[in-house]
């Protein structure tokens, strides 16, 4: 899952950078609000974590501005902790939580899970599809019979956005946004090779290739 983290305070910003990327995160990162907001509008995050006292742009007008837009991308604003006004400006302007600073980088991920299951529209507390479960704090998929199935990082992080959208077809390109660094090459065949070794594992019939198209994660297999 591709996040955005808008923040100025530099050490802050590599501790969650570390933490976001240790749980299968991709994050990009800018510091003040002109550049949060154009990269809000260009790329399709999964999720952005939002400071409200930016420099250039405050973080309020930013999401004010990509509602207006029709961006309905899932925000967690971060403000101060003893800031009760901000908190409420930020979820009227459209955000969808808020973290008061300082605050457990455990709970905010918990929180930032919670945010992208319910926006895939899954809305339980677990990732389940196809008769799979993943354990995301593990990063590790149960099968049917509750046998655990271990992934490699990468392995993982394609299972996870496989079964956040399931029966949807999914672009190599597409996947390549979500789930890899933003200098990986997209000519590349790793996707392929990721597919490959999820179907070792889970199953060769749970996903299908869509030739030309892209790959298909089925929620019930056949």
Do not use: C
Request: hydrophobic content about 35%; overall charge negative; proline content about 2%.
């Amino acid at each position: 899952m591709r996040l955005l983290l808008v923040e100025d305070d530099l050490q802050l910003v590599q501790r969650l950078q570390d933490d976001l990327s240790q749980h299968g995160f991709v994050v990009d990162k800018t510091d003040n609000g002109i550049d949060a907001e154009h990269l809000g509008d260009e790329e399709d995050y999964d999720l952005v974590i939002l400071d409200l006292g930016l420099p250039q742009r405050s973080g309020l007008e930013v999401l004010g501005n990509w509602r207006q837009k029709g961006n309905t991308v899932p925000v967690i604003v971060l403000t101060a902790r003893d800031s009760w006004q901000e908190r409420v400006d930020g979820l009227k302007a459209g955000a969808d939580d808020y973290m008061g600073k300082p605050f457990h980088t455990e709970e905010l991920i918990a929180r930032i899970q919670n945010l992208i299951r319910r926006a895939a529209g899954q809305s339980g507390n677990h990732i389940e599809s196809g008769g799979l479960r993943l354990d995301e704090e593990r990063q590790v998929v149960l099968d049917v019979q509750g046998d655990e199935i271990i992934l490699t990082g990468t392995e993982f992080r394609l299972l996870r956005y496989f079964m956040l959208y399931p029966d949807k077809l999914l672009t190599k390109t597409r996947l390549i946004e979500h789930v890899y660094e933003q200098d990986f090459d997209r000519d590349s065949n790793l996707i392929e090779v990721y597919v490959r070794r999820l179907r070792d594992k889970i199953g060769k019939d749970r996903i299908r290739t869509q030739r030309g198209q892209g790959y298909l994660f089925l929620g019930e297999t056949e």
